[in-house]
């Protein structure tokens, strides 16, 4: 199947942070969401919503609360007559999928863009009820959004496919029993380099995070933007973890970052797939959905096998490595509720998931895919099937989680000291 390589790709999610931050913007904390939104477990107010901030960790899974006014939807229903509108990243469900999908129920699909996280959270606070399904929500923000009452509980009795068909071993510490979501993609996030300019084997590194601030690749290093990912690299080169709360640690991390973005001259992005022909990295933070990605970007002369990608978990030295998977959520008072279980169930279907992975790159969570079924249906050279996640590195890496409102803070306020606002 031919690649479009020339389609737009998803606008920034993480720039809408450093808008924010350099305009003044509050971003909605977990207190600011529950508060506006009612906590059917008190009388509201931040005091209590701060009371009720539930931070799920793998150990400390959370089961997240379903009030008697955001009830799951019935049974036996039949699917509404549509328009079924879509929240998501830009471009994140190939159109064609989508079609077929509109196509065999005889309804329309409308697709509405949020560029980062942080802006779907404040655009669900302010008029959720106006789409039927978001695509997706990250790890960090399940829990703001059902115990701010923002989502709706799933009714898995229309997704019998979809349960049928989850990869076994990913966790649902965040949302115990997936009440509230079902994962869409699952991805590495590590380091990838260009071997046909840089010698060493970053991978057999004691610890690859220290690439980044190597002199030898003073210019050509980038790192991922935004406040979590940025710091994600300097927590995990020291051994920590990339949710840490401990002041002391934040502010040693902090004089890290800024001492590697003045000697190192990092430049902060996430469009690596744009920059193979203009040489600008050498390294660079980087997604592995990502990776699969580069083969349609390839500047003439130059073969993936010219790309590499370490996943520190998988190194010699086994340092720390992020992992994580978005999800799926239906908003509460959608119109079309039963639809958008439907749209969930029917990109569950292997079939279609399949074909959506060959257009996004990013891998499904569908047990029936895997690196033999990528490489023998032509959507993934033998030389990128360390971009698929197995099973068993699911338990070695750590995610990006949800953080008290005030650390959140903290991140974004140290992020904007290293980047310079940038």
């Known amino acids: 199947m031919a690649h479009p390589k020339d389609r737009p790709r998803p606008i920034d999610r993480r720039a809408f942070l450093q808008?924010?931050?350099?305009?003044?913007?509050?971003?909605?904390?977990?207190?600011?969401?529950?508060?506006?939104?009612g906590d059917s477990g008190s009388s509201g107010g931040d005091a209590s919503a701060s009371a009720a901030l539930q931070l799920a960790r793998p150990d400390n899974p959370v089961?997240?609360?379903?009030?008697?006014?955001?009830?799951?939807?019935?049974d036996g229903l039949d699917p509404e007559s549509g328009p079924l509108k879509i929240f998501g990243y830009n471009d994140y469900i190939w159109k064609k999928v989508l079609n077929g999908f509109g196509e065999q129920y005889g309804v329309d699909v409308e697709y509405t863009v949020f560029d980062t996280p942080d802006e779907m959270v404040s655009k669900m606070q302010s008029n959720g009820a106006d789409f039927d399904a978001v695509v997706t929500v990250t790890l960090e923000n399940i829990g703001k959004l059902a115990q701010?009452?923002?989502?709706?509980?799933?009714?898995?009795?229309?997704?019998?496919?979809?349960?049928?068909?989850?990869?076994?071993?990913?966790?649902?510490?965040?949302?115990?029993?997936?009440?509230?979501?079902?994962?869409?993609?699952?991805?590495?996030?590590?380091?990838?380099?260009?071997?046909?300019?840089?010698?060493?084997?970053?991978?057999?590194?004691d610890n690859p995070w220290d690439v980044f601030w190597d002199p030898k690749y003073k210019g050509q290093a980038h790192l991922l933007n935004g406040s979590r990912d940025t710091l994600a690299v300097g927590l995990l080169r020291k051994g920590y973890d990339p949710n840490e709360s401990d002041q002391t640690i934040l502010d040693q991390v902090k004089q890290d970052l800024l001492a590697g973005a003045d000697e190192m001259g990092w430049k902060y992005d996430h469009v690596d797939y744009t920059e193979l022909s203009t040489n600008l990295w050498?390294?660079?933070?980087?997604?592995s959905g990502q990776m699969a990605y580069y083969q349609y970007y390839l500047p003439k002369g130059l073969d993936i096998t010219a790309l590499s990608y370490a996943w520190p978990p998988q190194g010699q030295g086994g340092q720390k490595g992020l992992i994580s998977h978005d999800l799926f959520a239906i908003p509460k008072g959608a119109a079309s509720p039963v639809l958008a279980h439907t749209l969930i169930d029917y990109l569950y279907d292997p079939k279609n998931a399949i074909a959506n992975y060959s257009y996004e790159g990013y891998q499904p969570t569908v047990k029936s895919f895997n690196e033999d079924v990528a490489v023998s249906d032509g959507f993934l050279p033998e030389s990128l099937t360390y971009t698929i996640v197995t099973e068993d590195m699911v338990p070695m890496g750590v995610s990006e989680l949800e953080l008290e409102p005030a650390i959140n803070q903290l991140y974004q306020q140290i992020y904007q000291e290293v980047t310079g606002g940038a």
């Open 19 to 37: 808008r924010a931050a350099a305009a003044g913007i509050a971003l909605p904390s977990m207190a600011t969401i529950l508060a506006a939104c």
């Open 63 to 74: 089961t997240l609360p379903i009030s008697a006014d955001n009830p799951a939807i019935a």
């Open 148 to 205: 701010g009452n923002l989502i709706q509980p799933l009714n898995k009795t229309y997704l019998t496919t979809a349960t049928d068909q989850l990869s076994p071993g990913i966790p649902d510490f965040y949302d115990v029993g997936r009440q509230y979501s079902m994962p869409y993609v699952i991805f590495t996030t590590g380091i990838a380099w260009r071997n046909d300019e840089v010698s060493e084997d970053i991978a057999a590194l």
């Open 282 to 287: 050498q390294v660079h933070n980087t997604w």
